[in-house]
Antibody
Framework: EVQLLESGGGLVQPGGSLRLSCAAS????????MTWLRQAPGKGLEWVST????????YYADSVKGRFTISRDNAKNTLFLQINSLRAEDTALYYC????????????????WGQGTLVTVSS | DIQMTQSPSYLSASVGDRVTITCRAS??????LAWYQQKPGKAPKLLIY???NLQSGVPSRFSGSGAGTDFTLTISSLQPEDFATYFC??????????FGGGTKVEIK
């Protein structure tokens, strides 16, 4: 069974930084695009960033572009999200998710999600 | 950016009811739409992709339809485990993915 386990969340002051990790197992990690999404408390879902299987291509939501950086280590089956210049509105549960297919349009649907790691931005 | 609008935002229904949730895109997105179910404290679960394709392991009482700007998720006979929040997601323009605001289905 595919497993995704996020870590690295916590309480951080505005302007601070965090590095989130997502450890993946039971699938060929390097083949699949991987995505970070977030959900503010009591709110809806927001797509944050996606990285291709090779790591060559990255995509960001406008709300995080220039502040967040997605990366991956295929040798360690791990996805990362470096989040800088944090704002109160970045407070959310951050999920990593696997694309439904290795490529193409179906990679934009998410069939496995982790349980999330909570980022709280507050002074 | 294309906006996704779900309706209703809340609905109350009984076990056995037929339930329909609508998602409207502000511009056409062909068939590039998914539906997810989320229960409290849990991660979302993929139900439908490509507007009408049932994800593996999802009960057949769930179905999706539509194309272009208007989409529908139907639960043919609501079961106790179906009480949850449902989200649509556009997938037409990578990377500009977006979700609808959600529909909370509660027990009448």
């Amino acid at each position: 069974e595919v497993q995704l386990l996020e870590s690295g969340g916590g309480l951080v002051q505005p302007g601070g930084s965090l590095r989130l990790s997502c450890a993946a197992s039971e699938f060929t990690f390097s083949t699949y695009a991987m995505t970070w999404l977030r959900q503010a408390p009591g709110k809806g879902l927001e797509w944050v960033s996606t990285i291709s299987g090779s790591g060559a291509y990255t995509y960001y939501a406008d709300s995080v572009k220039g502040r967040f950086t997605i990366s991956r280590d295929n040798a360690k089956n791990t996805l990362f999200l470096q989040i800088n210049s944090l704002r109160a509105e970045d407070t959310a549960l951050y999920y990593c998710a696997k694309g439904l297919a290795a490529g193409g349009t179906d990679s934009r649907y998410f069939d496995y999600w982790g349980q999330g790691t909570l980022v709280t931005v507050s002074s | 950016d294309i906006q996704m609008t779900q309706s209703p935002s809340y609905l109350s229904a009984s076990v056995g009811d037929r339930v329909t949730i609508t998602c409207r895109a502000s511009q056409g997105i062909s068939y590039w739409l998914a539906w997810y179910q989320q229960k409290p404290g849990k991660a979302p679960k993929l139900l439908i992709y490509g507007a009408s394709n049932l994800q593996s392991g999802v009960p057949s009482r769930f179905s999706g339809s539509g194309a272009g700007t208007d989409f529908t998720l139907t639960i043919s006979s609501l079961q106790p485990e179906d009480f949850a929040t449902y989200f649509c997601q556009r997938a037409d323009s990578f990377p500009r993915l977006a979700f609808g605001g959600g529909t909370k289905v509660e027990i009448k």
